[in-house]
């Protein structure tokens, strides 16, 4: 019996959740007190597969399926408080993710 060629070795992919976002920003926008606009760092460990992002504002979801890294949001209450969350995901599920807290700007008084 004779031997055939040996097989080319097939390196082996592991597939994981993403790791958290990092660098979370939430400020108003210049001049605008309506406003909030969110930015983050995409995750140092994507693992391969494409990552997006569930972004929540005081606990609801208003973004999903996003695969950009910055969410504006307009028609907000002036001077108030907002808890954002980002969470990295992708085929796999959820991975990490990040928080933190912004304010909108004031309202000029009326004169």
């Given at each position: 019996?004779?031997q055939?060629?040996y097989?080319?070795?097939?390196?082996?992919t592991?597939?994981?959740?993403?790791g958290?976002?990092t660098?979370?920003?939430?400020?108003?926008?210049?001049?605008?007190?309506?406003q909030?606009m969110?930015t983050?760092?995409a995750?140092?460990?994507?693992?391969?597969?494409?990552?997006?992002?569930?972004?929540?504002?005081?606990?609801?979801?208003?973004?999903?399926?996003?695969?950009?890294?910055?969410?504006t949001?307009?028609?907000?209450t002036?001077?108030?408080?907002?808890t954002?969350?980002v969470?990295?995901f992708?085929?796999?599920?959820?991975?990490?993710?990040?928080?933190?807290t912004?304010?909108?700007?004031?309202?000029?008084p009326?004169?």
């Open positions: 019996v004779r055939g060629p097989s080319t070795r097939v390196s082996e592991t597939f994981e959740v993403p958290a976002p660098n979370l920003m939430i400020s108003p926008p210049s001049g605008s007190c309506d909030l969110v983050w760092t995750p140092s460990s994507t693992v391969g597969l494409p990552v997006r992002y569930k972004v929540y504002r005081n606990g609801d979801e208003v973004h999903s399926m996003r695969t950009t890294t910055t969410a949001w307009s028609g907000l002036g001077n108030t408080q907002y954002v969350r969470v990295a992708n085929d796999l599920g959820d991975g990490g993710e990040v928080t933190g912004g304010r909108t700007r004031p309202q000029a009326s004169i």
